[in-house]
């Protein structure tokens, strides 16, 4: 899942969630961990505990991995009242505070980390850098040289475990001109978008998961292999159309993956109507 945009007093953002929550723990065969790549909230302390108390509710909830995107960052454009006053931007907030605050209520060491799962890598990057610090960067994702370094040495072994293993890797904002929503071109989606990539086409058993257009899984363009897979994975706040506009209704979405012998099934889900979307599946072998 990605973008659930968790505002405390947002009701139907709660709603969305929780819906989504429960149509996946409903199925026969629930989902054996969760991701939620960025957008969990809009970066308020009172957001975060609306999230914890949603995801609390659920006693039967697998584990939960998360990853942070543009919006952890979005307490700098409010004032004391949460109105939006951009002419006082970062009106007291900073990047520190909310890198600090996303990795305490998320119970992480680090905004960036990895997990083996049943035997399956994850890797979990994150964009570290607001406009506070750097004012041109729009929303785009800034990686740091630490994290850099970081990247390589978890990906490292795998260039001996061969490319029959898939590889999963999750950051909130796409690279550029691979997904739908990513071909904007005054966006970057990540300033090092050249590095990242190169490094990550080293290990073509990759599949990048991101977030961050919302742009509806019946795209045309939500999936594309080019080297490495790469999975756009819609909003399950508010889906986007392919011209970047919401879409009216009770629209929510997300990606279900599944693992099977010698490849990796990507099956779009509909929470609203609780169906598969039969369009939108896709498969990559290994």
């Given at each position: ?11 139907e ?55 942070n ?9 409010h ?8 002419e ?95 071909f ?53 706040r508010?889906p ?47």
């Amino acid at each position: 899942m990605s973008d659930i945009h968790i505002v405390a007093w947002d009701e139907e953002s709660h709603v969305r969630f929780s819906r989504a929550l429960d149509d996946y723990l409903s199925l026969e065969e629930p989902p054996d961990y969760i991701v939620l790549n960025g957008d969990l909230t809009d970066g308020h302390e009172e957001d975060y505990k609306a999230l914890h108390e949603l995801l609390h509710r659920r006693e039967l909830l697998p584990p939960v991995f998360v990853t942070n995107g543009n919006h952890e960052f979005y307490s700098m454009w409010h004032n004391s009242k949460r109105e939006m006053v951009k002419e006082t931007f970062p009106n007291g907030g900073s990047t520190e505070q909310a890198m600090a605050l996303f990795t305490t209520e998320m119970g992480l060491s680090c905004s960036y980390y990895d997990a083996w799962v049943d035997g399956y890598h994850l890797i979990f990057l994150s964009g570290e850098v607001y406009r506070d610090r750097m004012p041109d960067i729009g929303e785009d994702a800034w990686i740091s040289e630490e994290q850099f370094m970081w990247l390589s040495r978890v990906l490292m072994p795998h260039r001996e475990m061969g490319q029959e293993q898939p590889l999963f890797v999750f950051l909130h904002q796409p690279l550029p001109n691979t997904v739908a929503g990513s071909f904007c071109p005054t966006e970057r989606g990540v300033v090092q978008h050249q590095r990242l990539k190169s490094l990550l086409e080293q290990y073509p058993q990759i599949i990048f998961f991101s977030g961050h257009t919302h742009v509806e899984l019946s795209a045309s363009s939500i999936y594309k292999e080019d080297i490495i897979g790469y999975m756009g994975t819609s909003s399950v706040r508010r889906p986007y159309c392919e011209d970047l506009y919401p879409i009216d209704g009770p629209a929510s979405e997300s990606v279900w993956v599944e693992v099977g012998l010698g490849k990796v099934v990507l099956q779009g889900r509909r929470h609203d109507t609780q169906v598969w979307m039969e369009n939108v599946r896709f498969e990559r072998k290994y």
